[in-house]
């Protein structure tokens, strides 16, 4: 019984440490020197194992199942699949460049949003979501706080915005 209630405590506390140390680290370079930071790459691993156990439940679904179990089992299979395909976009494909002329978003769609420094009307910083939006006057960028190399970000942003972390809402 304590097993049951503790060891998902600990499994999260244990990843919410690991990608947050992880956010710690330098971010990749490219060849001209800008800043690419990504998630780590726990979040596109998770994605291909959720996506595994919804394979896994589908052919359950259609081999093992019957009736009601089987519609069940097939739609949680489903989600499973479309689930992990989004976290393995968003830790595989989606980054952020830190350039000299501004800041650039590739979401996991492939799309491209920039935003250059001297556009930057607002900083806020989500407790509950971990994001820090970024904000012009017609685009929004979203930074999760597990991006290896947000410490840089939000130091670039400082220097740029005259803003400290602290008036961003960012913990220390």
């Excluded at 685009?139 to 190399?149: D, P, T």
């Amino acid at each position: 019984m304590i097993l049951k209630n503790i060891l998902p405590v600990i499994v999260v506390t244990l990843v919410m440490g690991l990608l947050l140390a992880a956010s710690k680290n330098k971010p990749k370079k490219d060849e001209i020197g800008n800043s690419i930071l990504q998630l780590p790459k726990l979040y596109p691993i998770i994605g291909i194992l959720v996506i595994i156990g919804g394979i896994g439940l589908i052919i359950f679904a259609f081999f093992f199942a019957n009736g009601t179990d089987q519609v069940l089992a097939a739609v949680c299979s489903l989600i499973a699949i479309v689930v992990g395909l989004l976290l393995f976009a968003k830790g595989y494909i989606s980054h952020i460049k830190l350039t000299d002329l501004g800041i650039i978003e590739t979401t996991m769609f492939a799309k491209q949003k920039e935003i250059k420094w001297n556009e930057i009307k607002d900083l806020t910083f989500g407790k509950t979501s971990l994001e820090l939006k970024i904000k012009s006057a017609d685009k929004n960028i979203k930074a999760h706080m597990h991006l290896v190399g947000f410490d840089e970000l939000v130091s670039k942003l400082e220097s740029k915005t005259g803003k400290t972390r602290s008036q961003i809402g960012i913990p220390e």
